[in-house]
């Protein structure tokens, strides 16, 4: 028995061996192709077409690290992408938006890329962009797209207004703004309509054109609500253009961008706020002989300024093939492909090159007027703020809901959002 024991427990070592071979799949077992999962949140026809086919690009040329396209959704990803890091379920690379991204930054289930990334696409993104995705010493995505905010205006009713027309040279102020919805309102028709079913994020981004911060860092790096006087200026001039001028309608206060088109195309509002995508929908979607047109935002004391939270490709910390994972992302996010994914979500790219090609330069569909707005886009005042989705759906949201609809006065306003707020964001602080 002693001679046989030792022959019989190597085969039995062999076998277990050769079967934990097999059970640990291709991308890990050494003998095939490494596969990555990216989950995109795509949801465009286009977009989704153009992701699938640089995914495809890629697959073909290099058979040894496969890609694997995964569809999310915006409306859940948050939660769910919670759930899959804290199950070890992660996809590879990660599609989201850098508002989204501190907690899971500051949870460690996000890898730093520094070092991670080549030269040519770390250098081609201006810095203002990678502070969105800066947290603490770590970069934790690859901010490749942006939206301003714009006025999607009825062109025939403002030409025959006769009210000046406002370019990214020279903008509307926002008491000009004011002035114009009302001299546009009458009849059963409004100069605009705020589609504001997140009032929060819309008005601390376009908040920053009037000096707005709202959150303020500390020396010791702790963060704490201020509602100060550049702060005002937006939440007070949509506040008296529903309550006071009348010259927006306050049932769609609580409506998203795409519902606010119908009556827009029926000539009830004269301008819109939305985003800048939304110009693929007015393709769409318009009339026949519908004419429309893009302007920019109102500027205030800092100009054009506004926030933006680009979308953003990051890697997972427990993913086991990280350096594949960022070639992918050059790839992905090379200029000419940088261009492709831009057109397909009718936005902008945060590459200097890929801002650059004549495709995103030309009049057709205002895309010039969006391009002009470029180098005022500035990384959100929340990007940064631990328990920021927290305070905005608690406090923040049901606070500036109440104020555009009349229910509570600035100082109210003021005081949740300080006095809540900071309550809330001292939990994270501790």
Not at 108 to 114: P, R, S, V
Not at 175 to 180: C, G, L, N
Not at 262 to 271: D, L, N, S, V
Request: net charge negative.
């Amino acid at each position: 028995m002693r001679t046989r024991c030792p022959l019989l427990l190597g085969l039995v070592l062999a076998l277990l061996l050769a079967s934990c071979a097999g059970c640990s799949g291709g991308g890990d077992s050494g003998t095939g192709p490494i596969t990555l999962r990216f989950q995109s949140l795509a949801w465009q026809e286009e977009s989704v077409e153009v992701n699938k086919e640089l995914v495809k690009e890629w697959n073909a040329a290099h058979p040894d690290i496969k890609v694997e396209y995964v569809q999310g959704s915006w409306d859940s990803v948050h939660d769910q992408l919670l759930t899959s890091f804290e199950g070890g379920e992660a996809p590879d690379i990660i599609h989201d938006a850098s508002d989204d991204l501190a907690d899971f930054a500051y949870g460690g289930y996000l890898a730093d890329l520094t070092g991670l990334l080549p030269a040519r696409l770390t250098s081609d993104i201006p810095r203002r962009s990678w502070e969105t995705v800066t947290f603490g010493d770590g970069v934790y995505g690859v901010p490749f797209l942006q939206e301003p905010r714009v006025l999607i205006a009825n062109a025939t009713w403002l030409k025959g207004s006769g009210v000046r027309v406002p370019t990214p040279e020279q903008p509307w102020t926002w008491a000009e703004f004011r002035r114009i919805t009302e001299q546009l309102s009458g009849d059963g028709r409004y100069g605009v309509a705020w589609p504001l079913k997140d009032p929060v994020s819309a008005t601390l981004n376009l908040s920053l054109s009037a000096g707005g911060q709202l959150f303020h860092r500390g020396p010791d790096g702790k963060v704490t609500v201020r509602f100060e006087a550049g702060d005002e200026v937006v939440p007070r001039t949509v506040h008296e253009q529903v309550v006071e001028d009348r010259s927006a309608p306050g049932s769609l206060l609580g409506s998203g961008g795409s519902d606010t088109l119908p009556g827009f195309f029926a000539g009830k509002y004269a301008m819109v706020p939305l985003g800048f995508s939304y110009r693929q929908q007015i393709v769409q979607q318009a009339p026949k002989g519908f004419d429309w047109q893009v302007l920019p935002a109102p500027a205030g004391a800092e100009g054009l300024t506004q926030g933006v939270s680009p979308q953003t490709l990051s890697i997972a910390e427990d993913s086991p093939h990280k350096k594949e994972a960022a070639a992918f992302l050059d790839f992905l996010l090379s200029p000419p492909h940088m261009v492709r994914l831009a057109l397909g979500d009718w936005m902008l790219p945060t590459g200097t090159s890929a801002l650059a090609d004549p495709a995103l330069r030309t009049t057709e569909h205002d895309w010039a007027t969006g391009t002009a707005l470029a180098a005022h886009l500035r990384p959100a005042p929340a990007q940064s703020v631990r328990g920021y989705p927290e305070w905005k759906d608690k406090v923040a949201t049901p606070a500036f809901q109440e104020y555009y609809s009349g229910a509570i006065g600035l100082g109210e306003l003021r005081d949740r959002l300080e006095d809540d707020g900071n309550l809330v964001l001292a939990r994270y602080q501790r």
